[in-house]
Nanobody, 126 residues
Framework: QSQLVESGGGLVQPGGSLRLSCAASGFTLDYYAIGWFRQAPGKEREGVSC????????YYADSVKGRFTISRDNAKNTVYLQMNSLKPEDTAVYYCVADPIVATVQFMCVTKYDNWGQGTQVTVSS
C-alpha cells in the first residue's frame, strides 16, 4: 500500500526549530513533486513549501520564506521541512502530498488535494 507518513512535529518555543519528515512507503518518491501543507484550527489548509521531482526547484509561501527549507533525500525516500525561527502562527497540523505531474511547484502549493495522511502537529508556544 502506497502512503506518506509525516513525523517530527512537537511543542517548541517561539524562535525554536523543528525538522519534519515525509517518508514514503510502497512507492519511490524520485518521480514525484512533494508539497508540505498545513492547517491551523479554524483555517483552510494552505501550501507551505513544494519541491520538484527533477531539478529541485522549490517554492515557499511568503509567510515562511527565509525561515523554512524543503529538501529531499531520494536515497532515503524522504522529504524534509526544516523549520527555523518558529512563530506561534506556525502552529498547525502539517501534511505532505506527492504529485507525479505538476505544472510548477508554485501551482502545486495552491492546488487543493483530496487525499491526506494523518499529518504531524506543530505547536509553537511559550
Amino acid at each position: 500500500q502506497s502512503q506518506l507518513v509525516e513525523s517530527g512535529g512537537g511543542l517548541v518555543q517561539p524562535g525554536g526549530s523543528l525538522r519534519l519528515s515525509c517518508a514514503a512507503s510502497g512507492f519511490t518518491l524520485d518521480y514525484y513533486a512533494i508539497g508540505w501543507f498545513r492547517q491551523a484550527p479554524g483555517k483552510e489548509r494552505e501550501g507551505v513549501s513544494c519541491i520538484s521531482s527533477s531539478d529541485g526547484t522549490t517554492y515557499y509561501a511568503d509567510s515562511v520564506k527565509g525561515r523554512f527549507t524543503i529538501s529531499r533525500d531520494n536515497a532515503k525516500n524522504t522529504v524534509y521541512l526544516q523549520m527555523n525561527s518558529l512563530k506561534p502562527e506556525d502552529t498547525a497540523v502539517y501534511y505532505c502530498v506527492a504529485d507525479p505531474i505538476v505544472a510548477t511547484v508554485q501551482f502545486m502549493c495552491v492546488t487543493k488535494y483530496d487525499n491526506w495522511g494523518q499529518g504531524t502537529q506543530v505547536t509553537v508556544s511559550s
